[in-house]
């Protein structure tokens, strides 16, 4: 049965506050891995974002902002993980062809479903809501061992960039995940986006989309 997840976001984000099991944040130690992936040139913006513009034009009719990357406290960290657990349980996938009819949509999963970019929109609105910056939070496109493309949120901070993900209940440095990164939002504008130089092998298939 369906169900308005809009009307359950104030009690889910009051759930996250009171979870009381303490999460520790990864250690620097992790510096045998890269921190920080490297930025290329301008890319084309997904046509997924363009159209989500559309239709929520408040949203994305923004003003540049300065550079900004999150201080990942125990607290932040602990938060993080608990919006991130939170959405990848409270919406269930749901392909776009399923839920809208249409190959491809961007829209928060407002009746409890959705597929992995609506996961990405609702983590950042919440997280943006609980006072993380904007210019932290990006979008971003990447590509599975198999080239299939996928949306993960892209967590930059002072201790590096960490991923949220629909299909991992981890939140990980991206250099911990399996994917190759293609393209993400740019910090100062979510309207522009950046390729991504990944130093590791790409699949042959892989391509942006």
Request: proline share 5%; with cysteine.
């Amino acid at each position: 049965m369906k169900w308005r997840l809009v009307e359950g976001i104030a009690a889910g984000l009051a759930a996250i506050a009171l979870a009381g099991t303490l999460v520790i944040v990864p250690a620097r130690a992790a510096s045998e891995r890269t921190l920080f992936i490297s930025l290329g040139a301008t890319a084309r913006a997904p046509v997924g974002w363009k159209e989500f513009c559309v239709d929520y034009a408040t949203e994305c009719d923004t003003v540049p902002l300065p550079l900004a990357d999150a201080l990942l406290t125990s607290e932040a960290w602990n938060e993080l993980v608990r919006i991130n657990e939170w959405v990848n349980d409270a919406v269930k996938p749901m392909t776009d062809l399923e839920h809208w009819g249409v190959a491809e949509r961007w829209n928060y999963p407002d009746d409890g479903f959705g597929d992995c970019e609506d996961y990405v929109l609702l983590k950042r609105k919440l997280l943006m809501q609980a006072g993380w910056p904007r210019q932290a939070l990006l979008i971003t496109v990447v590509r599975d061992k198999q080239g299939d493309g996928h949306a993960v949120l892209t967590v930059k901070t002072d201790d590096g960039e960490f991923i949220l993900d629909n299909q991992d209940t981890d939140v990980l440095l991206w250099s911990q995940t399996d994917y190759r990164f293609v393209k993400r939002q740019s910090q100062t504008d979510p309207n522009v986006w950046i390729a991504l130089g990944d130093p590791r092998p790409a699949p042959a298939t892989a391509s942006s989309r």
